[in-house]
């Protein structure tokens, strides 16, 4: 069965402090994604990483990095954790190629004061 | 530019009512694919269905059906027979091309409450 984890389901951290969020994957997909998900916002994507150590900016990477040092595993991190990221963040995969469909985490919910 | 719609934000039906969720998309792109995710109150986004720009043809999958017009740019979703299960958070998304990859647009969700 098709399984993508997250290293926490809720994370409440102070600000300033460096954060990462965890994100394994058992189906040996080549693709991964962070996202964080407001109320009426929908998902926006902050980093995609096509492969090991290949990695894009998405539409909101500022304050965050991410790592992808092994296929199965994709890093977010806050290098400096602000208020304004408190959020509910995904991690997705999906077999490499265009149009497949993406497989989500559980979430983690951050809560940053 | 890319976008999607879903212009509705909550909806609430009672059981068994049948219940359309919208989705308007835009592109200037000839080739891309619409989804449908749920989530449950669980947060875990669930792929429901997978439709590519030249396969208009409607799809029916048990209590769900999907109507894919690209003269309206639309994908809307339709349950039949409503169930509490059925109470989710609705995503429609756009997936169109880049150089090396594709980028993929959510739109802002419909939260559909089934009331027993």
């Known amino acids: 069965d098709v399984k993508v984890t997250q290293s926490s389901r809720y994370l409440v951290k102070r600000t300033g402090e460096k954060v990462f969020l965890e994100c394994v994957q058992d189906?040996?997909?080549?693709?991964m994604f962070w996202y964080r998900q407001d109320p009426g916002l929908g998902l926006r994507l902050i980093y995609f990483s096509y492969d090991v150590k290949m990695k894009e900016k998405g539409d909101i990477p500022e304050g965050y990095s991410v790592s992808r040092e092994k296929k199965e595993r994709f890093s977010l991190i806050l290098e400096s954790a602000s208020t304004n990221q408190t959020s509910m963040y995904l991690c997705?995969?999906?077999?490499?190629?265009?149009?497949?469909?993406?497989?989500f985490g559980p979430g983690t919910r951050l809560t940053v004061t | 530019a890319q976008k999607v719609t879903q212009a509705q934000t909550e909806i609430s039906v009672v059981e068994k009512e049948d219940v359309t969720l919208d989705c308007v998309y835009e592109?200037?792109?000839?080739?891309?694919?619409l989804f449908w995710y749920k989530q449950p109150p669980s947060g875990e986004l669930v792929f429901l269905i997978r439709r590519n720009s030249f396969d208009e043809q409607n799809e029916i999958s048990g209590r769900y059906s999907w109507n894919f017009q690209k003269s309206t740019s639309s994908f809307n979703f339709t349950i039949t027979a409503s169930q509490v299960v059925d109470s989710a958070v609705y995503f429609c998304?756009?997936?169109?091309?880049?150089?090396?990859?594709?980028?993929?647009?959510f739109g802002p969700g419909t939260s559909l409450s089934v009331i027993p």
């Open positions: 592109t200037r792109d000839t080739t891309y694919y």
């Open positions: 998304a756009l997936s169109t091309f880049k150089t090396s990859y594709d980028k993929v647009i």
């Open positions: 997705a995969s999906r077999v490499a190629g265009v149009g497949y469909e993406q497989y």
């Open positions: 189906m040996d997909h080549e693709n």
